[in-house]
């Protein structure tokens, strides 16, 4: 049964793939990857889309464990799995994601980063670079075989640019023998475009 969150999608389709953004390549890697008792990490939590989708996928036995900085991301995430039922399945962080590995213990399944600000909150507030390399570095360490980190990253300011431009440095020297790293980017969609990066360990 797929489990993708129906509010990223448009009322009138009912189709079970679709080349759209980032975004829903991302939820397309977590539905292949995650299986029933997984442990999994959401590193930004948000309003809680990503984090709702990972509790219905891991199952009444699995585990996820999400990260904000934002009290109010927190909040509506919480409210989020609570009015589907699935609150117990996940742990909220109030924290900055850099401190996945003082909260997590591996091995996980997967970890997902959407690298910006709040949807719908103060933009001023943003991923950095900074606890970003942190963050991405902890959860790739915490991977078991097979297991995927999936990183949308939004360029188009100057964090942003910044983020994706560190990041792609970081995984371009992951090695080989360890990592499978792919990167989705959207030629006719402008500059600026989300891509999703999805990074597999060996």
Not at 16 to 31: H, K, N, Q
Not at 71 to 76: C, I, L
Not at 174 to 195: K, M, S, T
Request: proline letters at 5%.
């Amino acid at each position: 049964m797929r489990c993708y969150n129906k509010e990223w999608f448009p009322p009138l389709y009912s189709v079970d793939y679709i080349l759209r953004s980032a975004r829903f390549i991302a939820a397309g890697v977590f539905e292949s990857v995650i299986e029933p008792g997984d442990t999994v990490v959401d590193a930004t939590m948000g309003n809680g889309h990503d984090t709702l989708t990972l509790c219905q996928l891991v199952g009444e036995n699995g585990k996820v464990y999400a990260f904000d900085v934002q009290s109010q991301a927190v909040e509506n995430t919480r409210a989020r799995l609570q009015e589907a039922g699935v609150l117990s399945r996940a742990e909220l962080f109030c924290l900055g994601h850099e401190h996945i590995l003082e909260k997590v213990k591996g091995p996980i399944a997967l970890s997902a980063f959407n690298l910006g600000w709040l949807p719908g909150g103060d933009k001023s507030v943003t991923t950095h670079w900074e606890t970003t390399k942190q963050a991405v570095e902890g959860a790739l360490s915490l991977l078991k075989p097979l297991g995927v980190c999936v990183i949308c990253a939004y360029p188009g300011h100057a964090e942003g640019d910044r983020e994706r431009s560190e990041l792609m440095e970081l995984l371009a020297q992951l090695p080989p023998q360890q990592y499978n790293v792919l990167e989705h980017r959207f030629l006719n969609a402008g500059p600026g475009a989300p891509e999703c990066f999805v990074i597999q360990r060996q």
